[in-house]
């Protein structure tokens, strides 16, 4: 029951990642203007970590008991969330109202690489449970 209940709460995470990073964000940037864009994103992004934290701890903590490894990865996704919520986003944020376009790219494209790690990794914890 318990791996069953891991195995949903880690579909949760991989959807909700997957829906966010390759259907919200560029449905908005397709449909509105930049500005309000960038707005939009910029206040819905604290909550989509959020929720990254909340899913993979609790998928992490219930996938721990029957498969340390998939409980260990899932953990270090709620991590590196918090850090991305915490450390990454609001320098991302500094570098945009501070006009440093070269700062952004190099923070925002890392702030992209690791969203595709937890997906990839999410992924991967998902497979392993299925099993």
Avoid: C, K
């Amino acid at each position: 029951m318990i791996n069953a209940a891991a195995l949903l709460a880690t579909a949760l995470l991989f959807g909700g990642m997957t829906l966010f990073a390759f259907g919200f964000a560029p449905f908005l940037f397709s449909a509105l203007p930049a500005d309000t864009t960038r707005t939009l994103i910029r206040r819905a992004f604290p909550h989509f970590y959020l929720f990254v934290i909340a899913a993979a701890a609790a998928a992490g903590l219930l996938a721990l008991s029957g498969d340390a490894l998939a409980g260990t990865a899932l953990a270090a996704i709620a991590l590196t969330a918090v850090l991305a919520r915490q450390v990454l986003m609001p320098a991302i944020n500094r570098a945009t109202d501070a006009g440093d376009t070269r700062r952004f790219a190099r923070l925002h494209g890392a702030s992209v690489v690791l969203t595709l790690i937890h997906i990839v990794l999410s992924a991967a914890v998902l497979l392993r449970l299925a099993r």
